[in-house]
Nanobody, 124 residues
């Protein structure tokens, strides 16, 4: 069973930076897409950025030019570098991953998983 564990959230002043990390762990799996979503109070969860296994990226308009997503395939880890943070970036940030696993008898299964979420608060 694959699990995602996030780290790196916290409180920062406007204009500050944070780096989120998310590591996937488990047996016999590969990951196609990894990404970050966020849910602000009273709003729906929205995409922030995602990255494919080949490094192709997609960003929300609100994230372009300020946030950078990257991944280390050898470590099954995705990062989100957030610069120029604004109060409206305050939200719970969730890591997401799509991939596949193989059972001991080589039966494949595909999955989409979410991390537990990490709080990012931008406030003076």
């Amino acid at each position: 069973q694959v699990q995602l564990v996030e780290s790196g959230g916290g409180q920062v002043q406007p204009g500050g930076s944070l780096r989120l990390s998310c590591v996937a762990s488990g047996r016999r799996f590969s990951i196609d897409v990894m990404g970050w979503y966020r849910r602000a109070p009273g709003l729906e969860r929205e995409l922030v950025a995602n990255i494919g296994s080949g490094g192709n990226t997609e960003y929300a308009l609100s994230a372009r030019g300020r946030f950078t997503i990257s991944r280390d395939n050898a470590k099954n880890t995705v990062y989100l570098q957030m610069n120029g943070l604004k109060p409206e970036d305050t939200a719970v940030y969730y890591c997401a991953a799509e991939g596949r696993s193989w059972s001991d008898d080589d039966v494949p299964s595909v999955w989409r998983l979410w991390g537990q979420g990490t709080q990012v608060t931008v406030s003076s």
